[in-house]
């Protein structure tokens, strides 16, 4: 895989790419991470990554390094080096280096890791025909154990579901929260469409606010839907014309099928691959241009 990698603001060498053993983010998955989109040589509203992250950091009680204008220079000279008009970039801060033992008031400085390579998380077969969701047996905690609108660099819960959702067969898994409401995919939110109304679950039901979420809640809007954040149930999807999921990397993905249920067609419906469109559209012509 191409990649660059940047850190605490320095492009290293592959050979340096590496982090301390002693670092919390490694030892207790303490930490924050963006996964950022480059689509057409431009980074995909970068500053709503950067207000999260932020938003993280204040939750977690950790003292981001840069402020948002640093931040926003390390990524983008990371983009342009590695010079590839369509690109993921994966920003981490982590809790830094420190002794063993949980306690992060011992870690003194945060280490910045920002990783820009290709990435596909799906196939062309599996964007072209929808994918394959299965129910998982992993739920989304609740808030008070681990608040998933952080985007901590605590995902076991995401990827225990996706190998299992893999393991039986699926593309991808469907978490609930602890009242069995739909909470989100994996690693990407997920959208039902009933007629013109557009639902997607509200944070409280246990998903992140993703970035893409709230770029097809607009393009929605603008064109017309009734788009709302309201609570789901796994009948809800079932019961939809179409479903699909929405994330940096996942992108605009149809559902055909939730635990081997054939959704609407059993394909990516039109009104999906419609905001899919529109979603490229927005990315392709927004913001600054960093690749030319
Ligand atoms: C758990 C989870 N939900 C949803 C999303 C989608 O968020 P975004 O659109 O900001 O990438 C992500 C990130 O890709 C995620 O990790």
């Known amino acids: 895989m191409k990649k660059l990698v940047s850190i ?19 030892l207790y998955g303490d930490g924050l991470f963006e996964g950022l989109r480059v689509r057409a040589g431009r980074i995909f509203r970068i500053e709503r990554h950067l207000a999260r992250l932020r ?39 982590t809790r830094g280096e420190g002794p063993l033992g949980v306690d992060p008031t011992t870690c003194k400085t945060p280490t910045v890791i920002c990783i820009v390579a290709e990435i596909a ?17 992993y739920r989304r905690p609740n808030p008070d154990v681990q608040d998933v609108a952080v985007k901590t660099l605590n995902y076991l819960g995401s990827a225990l579901a996706k190998q299992e959702a893999r393991q039986r067969g699926g593309d991808d898994a469907l978490l609930l929260n602890q009242s069995g409401r739909v909470a989100e995919a994996s690693v990407a939110n997920v959208f039902a469409l009933h007629g013109r109304s557009l639902f997607t679950p509200p944070s409280l039901d246990g ?52 635990d081997g249920r054939t959704i609407g067609r059993g394909r990516t419906g039109e009104v999906t691959l419609g905001f899919a469109r529109r979603h490229r559209q927005l990315a392709e012509s927004e913001g600054p241009v960093t690749v030319a």
């Open 207 to 258: 998903c992140l606010e993703g970035i893409n979420r709230a770029a097809i809640l607009e393009i929605a809007r603008d064109s017309g839907f009734d788009a709302v954040e309201h609570s789901l149930g796994r009948r809800d999807l079932l019961a939809a014309d179409e479903v699909f999921l929405t994330g940096s990397g996942a992108g605009v993905i149809g559902v055909r099928s939730l």
């Open 8 to 26: 605490d603001g320095k492009i290293v060498a592959d050979a340096e790419a590496k982090v301390s053993v002693l670092d919390h983010g490694l």
């Open 121 to 137: 998380l799906f196939s062309a077969e599996q964007r072209a025909e929808g994918l394959a969701l299965l129910t998982s047996s």
């Open 55 to 93: 938003l993280g950091a204040r939750v977690l009680g950790l003292d981001l390094p840069f402020d948002d204008q640093a931040q926003n220079d390390i990524i983008t000279n990371a983009v342009r080096a590695f010079g590839q008009r369509e690109a993921y970039v994966r920003l981490l801060v």
